[in-house]
């Protein structure tokens, strides 16, 4: 069975990883605000980066299947996402990880639509095939995303998801 039956769930996932995506790519703002090590600033470097490229995938589809691209944050995502003052490095991996693995789901989901929906926002089948393709790359990115965060987080935390 599809994890994704229904054009306006897809819709509303799309949007909301696009506000992840940028939220993500602002993590790095706090570079210069939290104490790190070289390794733990070269880890959120990448993430940071990563999610940039991201985001501007989610944003070439939105604006493909003609959908909003989001300004204000959408319904169901909290004001703020990161929020790293006074912890330490483990414990901020641990709260990155949270939304690495949210996001290699929702990429998941996405990918398992059902293909009627896929064909009702994308018209054009070469399309269709480089948006799966996309998410597939998407999902082996945030693999390595949640492997980089448990690197990170090492034995200091214990992981539940
Ligand atoms: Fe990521």
Same mark, same amino acid.
């Given at each position: 069975?599809? =994890?994704?039956? @229904?054009?306006?769930?897809?819709?509303?996932?799309?949007?909301?990883?696009?506000?992840?995506? =940028?939220?993500?790519?602002?993590?790095?703002?706090?570079? +210069?605000?939290?104490?790190?090590?070289?390794? @733990? !600033?070269? =880890?959120?470097?990448?993430?940071?980066? %990563?999610?940039?490229?991201?985001? $501007?995938?989610?944003?070439?589809?939105?604006?493909? =299947?003609?959908?909003?691209?989001?300004?204000?944050?959408?319904?169901?995502?909290? /004001?703020?996402?990161?929020?790293?003052?006074? !912890? $330490?490095?483990?414990?901020?991996? $641990?709260?990155?990880?949270?939304?690495?693995? !949210? +996001?290699? @789901? +929702?990429?998941?989901?996405?990918?398992?639509?059902?293909?009627?929906?896929?064909? +009702?926002?994308?018209? @054009?089948?070469?399309?269709?095939?480089?948006?799966?393709? %996309?998410?597939?790359?998407?999902?082996?990115?945030?693999?390595?995303?949640?492997?980089?965060?448990?690197?990170?987080?090492?034995?200091?935390? /214990?992981? /539940?998801?």
């Amino acid at each position: 069975m599809p =994890a994704i039956e @229904n054009k306006e769930v897809l819709i509303s996932l799309m949007q909301k990883m696009y506000w992840i995506e =940028a939220e993500m790519e602002q993590m790095n703002t706090w570079e +210069a605000r939290i104490e790190m090590m070289d390794e @733990n !600033l070269e =880890a959120l470097e990448i993430l940071s980066h %990563d999610s940039e490229r991201h985001g $501007s995938i989610v944003e070439k589809w939105l604006r493909k =299947a003609n959908i909003e691209v989001p300004e204000t944050i959408p319904k169901g995502l909290p /004001k703020h996402i990161f929020d790293f003052e006074g !912890l $330490s490095s483990p414990e901020i991996f $641990s709260r990155i990880i949270k939304y690495e693995i !949210l +996001a290699m @789901n +929702a990429y998941k989901d996405m990918l398992n639509t059902d293909p009627g929906i896929i064909r +009702a926002l994308f018209g @054009n089948e070469n399309d269709r095939k480089e948006f799966l393709q %996309d998410l597939e790359q998407l999902i082996k990115d945030e693999e390595k995303h949640t492997n980089i965060c448990k690197k990170q987080i090492g034995g200091y935390l /214990k992981i /539940k998801y």
